[in-house]
């Protein structure tokens, strides 16, 4: 066989070898199904069920003034009908539809990284285990799934983007470009990946002094593909059709100090929205072979050596900005505009994982070329791929850290039979009635039809905050902690009460409420009829029934809601 049949044939090796590796790493989701665990801090408990009440409420693409029946919110509160994850939720029954896109994500996120580290990183035919196997560290991160390729996708867009600047493009470069505002959110991270990409621009024109049109253009046509998915909130933005109840978003700020260690910790560990697990392996590995460089190339700086120093150096500077965005330090300037206390500028650490990863190949390349013992180097090299796929594929997969955290199955925590029961035992049609939730997540009664006043959403009317705080004040003055977090946050639209406290899920608190100090006027006034509560409630309302089921996580105490 020749060295390029070799080298073919290697190639294919690794590509179905990752490929396999993704399949095993769903395994799990085939075998057990629906009594998978998966997470449900800001999963299950939001983004989720939002997208599947949108789903099935029939008003995807409906006015943005028209009410979502089931929260009794305007339509603009969910956001952009372009986007994958409704159209899922539509097609599939959601837990399948979960499942289905994470495979999607991972599968986009090992494509991308491969072409990117392939077509601008690695060159040599013998380091292509090296951009394998990133990759695949890459595609296995734990990726939150509300964001679909809001990360997973950069390095196919960085891919794409280089091949403009580089005057290699294909009309595949463009298409890319085109569709992946459908596939992300402009909000969460393609905003700062674009401030990135221009970033690279103003270096080729103010440095290399060349104006790259193309490369410009591109960046136009993105944002404005971007601008044009997120018509709803910019209308809104221009001409409110409500007062959002992120005018009352009021940041908790930090000493400088600890801003700084804020900082620190999200270099090294990153943040959990945007996980890019470097701690452990990736880190290190940068850390050894910069010396390593510097030491046996006699202090010859290469530019693979300068590219690597580079991405680390952005990455601290990220790291800083995060810490110091919820410092003190800009107390003053973020409280004067109200677009800085609105809006997160912090979040171009969603960065931090494509470049992790590109300093981690690089990284290892430094080792493979400039380490005087080649074999020693090699196992090295494979140890620490081996090592990061086991930390992000086993360490940290979802379905192992779910059950770890909070140890629920996907149908325990929805409990279809025991909503059900409750259904039937009222016995009134769903639209007739609104249900409040207390100690567990508002979410569960959604996911099973009930109509709630109470959910987890990220923008919707101020009013609607008012109203339900009018209903719950009491309570919240029970615990100034809890008022302060509906208060200055107000994303939970929950019945907190001190008993229960932020708990909804019965892992910490689960004594009973004595009396539950509530304006049940308040809450009749909004539709609400029943509270059902994951402890008893002893004083303050009519009691109706306990319902369990075997397949249940919860125990549910019904009681009715007098005018």
């Avoid at 590109?358 to 074999?375: D, E, G, N, Q, V």
Wanted: hydrophobic letters at 50%.
């Amino acid at each position: 066989m020749t060295a390029s049949l070799r080298s073919i044939s290697r190639k294919y090796f690794y590509f179905i070898s990752s490929l396999g590796v993704l399949i095993l790493y769903f395994l799990p989701y085939f075998i057990y199904g629906t009594n998978s665990p998966i997470t449900i801090h800001d999963n299950l408990d939001s983004v989720f069920v939002n997208s599947r009440v949108l789903a099935e409420s029939g008003m995807i693409f409906a006015p943005s003034e028209s009410i979502v029946a089931q929260y009794d919110i305007p339509r603009l509160c969910f956001g952009s009908e372009f986007n994958f994850l409704f159209f899922l939720m539509a097609l599939l029954p959601p837990f399948w539809a979960y499942i289905i896109l994470q495979l999607f994500i991972k599968i986009v996120a090992f494509l991308g990284m491969f072409l990117l580290l392939n077509k601008h990183v690695i060159k040599g035919e013998n380091e292509k285990l090296v951009c394998f196997g990133v990759a695949l560290c890459f595609a296995l991160l734990p990726y939150y799934a509300f964001g679909i390729l809001s990360i997973a996708g950069q390095p196919l867009a960085l891919n794409s983007f280089l091949n403009i600047r580089n005057k290699q493009e294909t009309r595949w470069d463009w298409i890319l470009l085109i569709t992946l505002p459908f596939f992300s959110s402009f909000i969460y991270a393609f905003f700062f990946f674009i401030v990135f990409i221009g970033i690279i621009f103003l270096y080729d024109l103010i440095v290399q002094r060349r104006f790259e049109n193309k490369f410009l253009f591109a960046m136009i046509v993105m944002t404005l593909i971007y601008a044009s998915t997120e018509y709803r909130l910019i209308l809104n933005t221009l001409l409110p059709t409500f007062a959002s109840h992120r005018i009352e978003y009021s940041p908790d700020f930090v000493p400088i100090e600890q801003g700084l260690k804020k900082a620190f910790i999200n270099f090294i560990s990153g943040q959990y929205h945007a996980p890019s697990l470097q701690k452990f392996v990736i880190l290190p590995v940068v850390l050894i072979s910069l010396p390593v460089t510097l030491f046996f190339s006699r202090l010859k700086i290469k530019n693979d050596f300068i590219v690597t120093l580079l991405i680390v150096f952005i990455c601290a500077a990220i790291s800083l900005f995060y810490g110091l965005w919820y410092s003190v330090a800009v107390e003053p300037i973020r409280n004067s505009v109200g677009l800085l206390r609105d809006v997160n500028f912090s979040r171009f650490h969603w960065l931090h994982a494509s470049l992790w990863h590109m300093a981690f190949a690089l990284s290892l390349l430094l080792i493979l070329r400039y380490a005087p013992h080649k074999t020693p180097a090699k196992y090295f090299v494979y140890t620490c791929l081996a090592v990061q796929i086991y930390f992000a594929g086993i360490k940290n997969h979802e379905f192992i850290t779910a059950n770890n955290n909070h140890g629920i199955s996907y149908d325990a925590f929805i409990s279809e039979n025991l909503f059900h029961n409750i259904q039937d035992y009222i016995n009134a049609p769903l639209d007739s009635y609104r249900v409040v939730s207390v100690g567990m997540h508002p979410a569960i009664a959604a996911l099973n039809d009930f109509q709630t006043v109470d959910f987890y959403i990220q923008y919707y009317p101020l009013e609607k905050k008012h109203q339900f705080r009018k209903a719950i004040e009491n309570e919240l003055a029970k615990d100034p902690a809890l008022q302060k977090s509906f208060d200055t946050w107000g994303n939970r639209l929950y019945l907190y009460t001190k008993e229960t406290g932020k708990d909804a899920l019965g892992v910490k608190k689960n004594d009973p409420i004595d009396t539950l100090d509530i304006d049940q006027s308040a809450l009749y006034n909004m539709g609400a009829r029943y509270i059902l509560s994951r402890v008893p409630i002893n004083k303050g309302l009519k009691f109706e029934r306990k319902f369990t089921h075997p397949d249940s996580h919860w125990t549910v105490y019904l009681y009715k809601i007098q005018p």
